[in-house]
């Protein structure tokens, strides 16, 4: 993570002044998207987005350690400033022996106004904190993030002051979670169902966040093609933006309440592993018909929402998966998919995404989703079968059988969780999607007690 120091007394490496575009300085033209070394220092032309004013920084920038000089912004257009630069500049060196000698890791803040700048900067310290670790989580490879490893990273939340618990074996059988149990059967390593709480200090029922952590996907029995499969490692990362959200959360004392739910397993094939056909008894008792079983996410996080449900009686839910490649075809790597059984919650949702760059796009569960998925054997199939890739609305359509008259919305983040080049906000490879959307969330709805 950043290390950043606010009001150093002597610039340390290279300094970086943002200069508003269109107030040119001496070989410098300071036109939006404009970065050059002029004068001993970086001068990178600051628009109508300072995220990404940083970003463009950040790329330009070579060795551990910087100074940004701070002095003629705002202390809410030095903090985004710098938000970028920590955004581009995050790598993944946790298993190298040789780390990265050009990895930014430090980061001087030159500012007069101290005070100010520290207040507004906390916060969002804590949010970056949350998603770095989002971002460490699904880089990991696959082999030392199992299940168990994935619990194991949570210890950091735990020092934080959130509330692990870890439902595993005798647990889950007795919880009834068939979906989870059966798509964790296969491997070696067995699922694991992870509840995170935050007490907040307002008396509320909590808002929830559910994450699908498949820690690798091979497809099942269904199996997938091998080309891309490495890809399926970050399987886990709508888990992983849950988990740094509640990080974020605690790390800035969020007053608001707020609990995860984890549904951690891995789908791979064994003497156990549970096929096309068979008929699952779900953890509200549904019975749900198997039609493929690559469509294994929508069954760990219907078993985890109906848990949080009748465990968290949550004020609100949000879950979070890459879920369908059809959400993908739709929408790109430009947005995620946005379900939902309520148009309020689905408005203020979408307010927060776009205020903070992570947007989303609604879509739509229809009546005849819902016909689609009608079995003759079970109370419901989980997927269409014949149509190829199983389908977000379908998914979507899905889910919904299991959050009761709980205000939900269903983030599918399938083509968000990492990028395969770097951008204008964010480095190549994970993005860490969702956790800042999750934090603004409730920072402006759930926050405010008399709201």
């Not at 257009?77 to 500049?89: E, K, P, Q, Y």
């Not at 949350?130 to 490879?141: H, I, K, Q, T």
């Not at 959200?245 to 007053?255: C, E, F």
Request: charged fraction near 20%; proline fraction near 7%.
């Amino acid at each position: 993570m950043m290390r950043v120091r606010i009001a150093p007394g002597t610039p340390h490496g290279p300094v970086v002044l943002p200069v508003p575009v269109g107030q040119p300085r001496p070989g410098f033209t300071a036109r939006n998207g404009e970065a050059a070394f002029v004068g001993g220092q970086w001068l990178v032309a600051l628009g109508a987005d300072p995220e990404a004013a940083g970003a463009l920084a950040a790329a330009r920038l070579d060795g551990k350690r910087a100074t940004l000089d701070l002095r003629a912004l705002s202390p809410a257009d030095a903090v985004a400033f710098t938000t970028g630069v920590c955004l581009r500049a995050w790598r993944y060196d946790r298993l190298r022996i040789i780390k990265d000698a050009h990895r930014l890791t430090h980061l001087d803040l030159l500012t007069d106004t101290p005070g100010p700048l520290r207040r507004a900067w906390r916060p969002q310290a804590a949010v970056l904190d949350g998603v770095a670790f989002a971002r460490d989580l699904v880089a990991e490879p696959s082999n030392t993030l199992t299940p168990n490893g994935f619990i194991d990273r949570l210890d950091a939340l735990a020092v934080a002051g959130v509330k692990v618990q870890v439902l595993k074996g005798h647990a889950l059988r007795r919880a009834g979670l068939g979906g989870l149990l059966a798509v964790g059967a296969g491997s070696v390593h067995p699922p694991r169902l992870v509840i995170l709480r935050w007490p907040g200090t307002i008396d509320a029922d909590p808002v929830v966040f559910v994450g699908k952590g498949i820690t690798f996907d091979t497809g099942g029995i269904c199996i997938k093609p091998a080309r891309g499969m490495e890809e399926m490692r970050a399987d886990m990362a709508g888990a992983a933006a849950c988990a740094g959200a509640m990080l974020a959360l605690a790390t800035r004392r969020s007053p608001a309440p707020a609990a995860a739910v984890l549904a951690l397993a891995e789908n791979t094939t064994g003497a156990a592993s549970y096929r096309p056909s068979d008929v699952l008894r779900m953890g509200s008792d549904m019975s749900v018909e198997i039609v493929d079983t690559d469509a294994e996410g929508r069954l760990v996080l219907a078993d985890a929402l109906d848990w949080a449900v009748r465990h968290l009686q949550p004020a609100a839910m949000i879950d979070l998966a890459t879920l369908t490649g059809s959400i993908v075809t739709a929408l790109g790597s430009q947005m995620a998919g946005l379900f939902d059984n309520d148009a309020g919650f689905a408005t203020q949702l979408a307010a927060c995404a776009a205020e903070i760059g992570e947007p989303v796009w609604r879509m739509p569960i229809g009546t005849s989703h819902r016909d689609d998925l009608k079995s003759d054997i079970a109370d419901i199939r989980h997927c269409v079968p014949g149509r190829g890739q199983p389908d977000a609305c379908h998914a979507a359509a899905f889910l919904r059988e299991f959050v009761g008259q709980t205000p939900w919305a269903h983030l599918d983040i399938a083509g968000m969780e990492a990028r395969e080049t770097a951008d204008d906000r964010y480095a190549a490879g994970p993005s860490g999607f969702g956790v800042r959307l999750l934090d603004r969330l409730i920072a402006q709805c759930f926050e405010d007690p008399h709201r």
